[in-house]
């Protein structure tokens, strides 16, 4: 009997719209939309019953380290200041993984960017015949010359589709894009270098202008020689 029932077509009942005379409300709330809202409701209302339950069985005696590391600001707990939380050898360590991640980019950067210019300097260049050819006598050879240089001419930028004009000025744009990237890097990378040379044990200082053999405009530091053992 079952089968039968639902083999019978019924009319699906859909619930009603918001009515036009309370378009100014928006939308009408569905069940599912009032399902999601209460139960968002009651986890932020059991949320705040286990914390007010939390805060009447707290121990007045109980004592923890954060106590001591952190303290209140217009009822605000504010952590104590964490500049010295690595040693110098661990910060070491953790600019030199820096150092090769950049290292590691700057250098997949370089061979896209010298892979892309030999593929847009195939295409611009009509690649040259490499038959060899073996003449028996100097007129031969001029004539084999002749006949290599007609061959060798390259068909006018008209006779050239507009799709493939198109992908040529995109891959134009991407290796002007790659270059000013591999510039950036390169920039990062030995200002990193220079940073975590100065943290080295040492003495230095920074040259002045009129020390300068070629004046730059980035700073340049000179170390003490010491004898090493």
Request: charged share 40%.
């Amino acid at each position: 009997m079952s089968s039968l029932r639902n083999a019978i077509s019924r009319r699906a009942h859909k619930e009603r719209a918001q009515p036009s005379s309370r378009k100014k409300f928006g939308l009408l709330e569905k069940h599912k939309d009032y399902v999601v809202r209460a139960k968002a409701f009651h986890k932020k209302e059991e949320t705040l019953r286990k914390l007010k339950e939390k805060a009447a069985f707290r121990n007045p005696d109980e004592f923890y380290f954060q106590m001591i590391k952190t303290r209140t600001v217009d009822g605000v707990h504010k952590p104590e200041n964490q500049a010295n939380k690595y040693t110098q050898e661990e910060l070491m360590l953790m600019k030199t993984q820096d150092i090769g991640y950049i290292l590691q980019k700057l250098q997949s950067e370089r061979k896209k960017v010298e892979k892309l210019t030999a593929v847009l300097h195939s295409v611009d260049n009509h690649p040259s015949n490499r038959h060899i050819y073996y003449a028996e006598d100097r007129e031969e050879a001029r004539e084999l010359q002749s006949q290599a240089s007609e061959s060798r001419v390259t068909p006018p930028s008209g006779d050239i589709p507009d799709h493939i004009k198109r992908k040529t000025a995109v891959s134009y744009r991407e290796l002007e894009a790659r270059k000013s990237r591999v510039n950036q890097l390169e920039k990062l990378y030995m200002e990193m270098t220079l940073k975590k040379e100065l943290q080295k044990k040492g003495r230095k200082r920074k040259l002045r202008e009129d020390e300068l053999t070629c004046p730059t405009s980035k700073p340049v530091y000179k170390w003490r020689s010491e004898r090493k053992r």
